[in-house]
């Protein structure tokens, strides 16, 4: 039997062990831990291409392979930690409220109002339909990430940069802002961008960036000079900076920081393709 050809695949599961270790966490409301075995998941898929590309043992089987376990870890995974962020919000940051409150779900359903004593034993007022289902929204991630995934599978042009946003971009931010969340729900922080609102209209704008015409740079490095990699480098540089001032609360800024530095960059290409040309 040739191990070698074996190894990319034996990473690219590692990566699917950490989505399920992920979700499972997430079903404990453990958002911090869900983030770890996200990142971990993330530094593996990074590694089963780049071990595949160096065993040059690249199958369709561990294509197919990378999605499924891409599906899991960077789509099913932030869908159900924004639904438990917003269940958390709508539940008034009460972590043990929310836990308590929607593993039995049905039985507020079945007292015949959202406004009945069930909820009231719960500590709960003023609360509406509307407001209890409001966390379900948070499940079109994974809808728009696999459409995002098959898009790429299928697209010859996001060989060298991406056109939308990765799944584990979108991922990481989602996955970072549950961390934090965690961290410091009970604390003196100020929970407010963590309200419906920025975080319904944040899952709305990131499931329209997966699907985006909108072309983003890749890490690849051709070469290492710095004319063909000022983006990326500068892109690094700042990356880096922002972690070590702000550690986890850098990683939301880094990747709109992404977003926007790729869509600089397309004005600066397409300006100097017009220039070329005249």
């Not at 966490?25 to 595949?52: K, N, P, Q």
């Not at 870890?73 to 929310?98: D, K, Q, Y």
């Not at 699907?211 to 990699?229: C, H, M, R, S, T």
Request: charged share 15%; glycine share 6%; with cysteine.
């Amino acid at each position: 039997m040739n191990i070698k050809k074996h190894i990319p695949n034996a990473i690219t599961c590692g990566n699917l062990l950490c989505g399920c270790l992920g979700l499972l966490v997430t079903s404990w409301y453990r958002l911090d831990l869900a983030f770890i075995f996200m990142l971990l998941a993330a530094f593996l898929d990074f590694f089963d291409g780049f071990f595949a590309r160096l065993l040059k043992v690249n199958s369709p089987i561990g294509k197919d392979l990378d999605s499924l376990a891409d599906m899991v870890t960077f789509g099913v995974l932030p869908g159900f930690i924004m639904f438990r962020m917003l269940s958390i919000s709508v539940l008034g940051f009460n972590v043990e409220l929310a836990k308590e409150a929607y593993s039995s779900l049905d039985r507020i359903v079945k007292a015949g109002g959202f406004d009945s004593a069930v909820l009231i034993e719960f500590g709960v007022q003023n609360l509406t339909k509307v407001d209890l289902f409001l966390p379900f929204i948070a499940f079109l991630i994974p809808v728009f990430s696999a459409i995002r995934l098959a898009k790429f599978n299928n697209d010859t042009r996001q060989s060298d940069s991406f056109i939308g946003v990765p799944t584990p971009a979108n991922a990481i931010l989602i996955g970072s802002l549950g961390f934090i969340l965690i961290r410091h729900t009970g604390s003196d922080f100020n929970l407010s961008y963590f309200s419906k609102a920025p975080l319904i209209s944040l899952t709305l704008l990131m499931c329209y960036l997966l699907i985006a015409e909108l072309p983003l740079f890749a890490l690849k490095f051709k070469n290492f000079g710095w004319p063909d990699n000022k983006i990326r480098y500068s892109f690094l540089i700042i990356s880096v900076l922002l972690l070590i001032v702000f550690q986890v609360m850098a990683i939301p800024f880094i990747i709109f920081l992404y977003i926007v530095l790729s869509v600089v960059n397309n004005r600066i290409l397409k300006s100097t393709a017009r220039k070329n040309n005249n």
